[in-house]
């Protein structure tokens, strides 16, 4: 066998046999590398099946493409350290291909994680809780991942001799490239500040109910530069960042979505309010939103032409307060017009009076 291979190797040139043998001993350290990650994932993947959660599915999911493409690459290494040609051909590339693996494999870790914690956010009880947790693993997992990029093609572009080059002389003249970058890259550093303050110090969550510059929605996504809010006619609000940091805004589910709200009724002056109160706690007991925490009619104005009184109650959920109220506003009317008719406002006119007067001209 020995005298075989000798034989035909010395029909190659030199050259053309280191060839062949390079390409052969990659070609198989590829394979058995392949091999081995499709039975490690295999592997990974029946263990995670017996978890109740989808976190463990969702990691090995996102794991399974950058290491694959890392194991083979791993194979391809362990095959030049056996085999000079490769190894020469390897070491013109493995400065290039080594950063991006790391950082795609850092990407994908970064995301996959991300993605299991806001599922297991999600499933939470705490209504709050979630939100703020959510907010915080949308932010920080953004700030991750820009983080891993900017490294990854920092590493790329130094394995490159020119742009290595041109690094050292704007390094020899940092004076005025030190401040042309850093007035470029203000509003980028602001913006990530702000970002990171966000996580921290969380004035708005993912899920709030907000009012900025009169529009009231839902926050839909929070980015390191902006926010995104969904009102209720399905308009999406880009606000900047930084407008929750520096400027006031509402936040009506800051803690909790337990909300107090009003309806106002605008009637008669002569019209008794005790039966309207009456009416109004009867109907709220009917009422599956009412969370029985606040029931109050009050008489807030009282003009000449007209008596205000306000209805408050409460509810577990801005969206059942929402139904509630109107609920309420719906019936109390209707419950006038039909036992209280003369409660309702209506223009008199003094028709005896006016009589009178044209009677004396």
């Known amino acids: 066998m020995r005298e075989t291979i000798d034989s035909l190797a010395a029909k190659f040139e030199p050259w053309a046999w280191d060839l062949i043998v390079a390409v052969t001993a990659g070609v198989l350290g590829v394979a058995l590398a392949l091999l081995a990650h499709r039975v490690l994932f295999d592997l990974l ?18 794991m399974e493409r950058p290491t694959r493409w890392a194991m083979g690459t791993l194979g391809l290494v362990l095959a030049a350290r056996e085999t000079p040609a490769l190894q020469m051909a390897w070491e013109r590339f493995a400065g290039l291909v080594m950063p991006v693996l790391l950082g795609w494999i ?14 297991h956010a999600q499933a939470s009880v705490d209504l709050a809780a979630a939100r703020s947790r959510q907010t915080r693993i949308a932010i920080l997992s953004r700030t991750a991942l ?13 394995d490159i001799p020119g742009v290595r080059d041109i690094g050292t002389t704007l390094l020899a003249s940092a004076g005025l490239a030190a401040l042309a970058v850093g007035a470029a890259a203000q509003p980028a550093l602001k913006s990530l500040i702000a970002g990171l303050q966000m996580a921290i110090t969380e004035p708005v969550r993912i899920g709030d109910l907000v009012v900025v510059d009169g529009h009231t929605g839902r926050v839909e996504e929070i980015r390191m530069s902006f926010a995104t809010v969904r009102t209720w006619d399905e308009r999406v609000i880009i606000v900047p960042t930084s407008r929750f940091l520096e400027q006031s805004f509402e936040n009506w589910s800051r803690k909790s979505e337990m909300l107090t709200g009003p309806v106002f009724l605008h009637l008669d002056p002569a019209t008794e309010v005790e039966p309207i109160r009456a009416e109004f706690l009867r109907f709220l007991e009917t009422r599956e939103e009412w969370d029985h ?32 109220r109107c609920a309420v506003r719906e019936h109390m009317i209707d ?7 003369d409660a309702l406002i209506r223009h008199r006119l003094e028709v005896e009076a006016a009589n009178a007067r044209v ?3």
């Open 106 to 119: 850092a990407f994908s870790l970064v995301k996959g994680f991300a993605r299991a914690m806001t599922l």
């Open 335 to 341: 419950w006038l017009r039909r036992e209280m008719p």
């Open 45 to 62: 993947r029946r263990l995670a099946s017996h978890n109740n959660t989808e976190s463990d599915d969702i990691i090995v999911e996102s």
């Open 146 to 158: 820009l983080v891993i990029v900017i490294v990854t093609v920092g590493l790329v572009l130094l």
């Open 293 to 324: 925490r606040t029931a109050a009619l009050l008489m807030t104005e009282a003009h000449p032409e007209s008596i205000e009184l306000r209805l408050g109650m409460s509810a577990a959920t801005i969206g059942d307060l929402w139904g509630l």
């Open 359 to 361: 009677a004396q001209t």
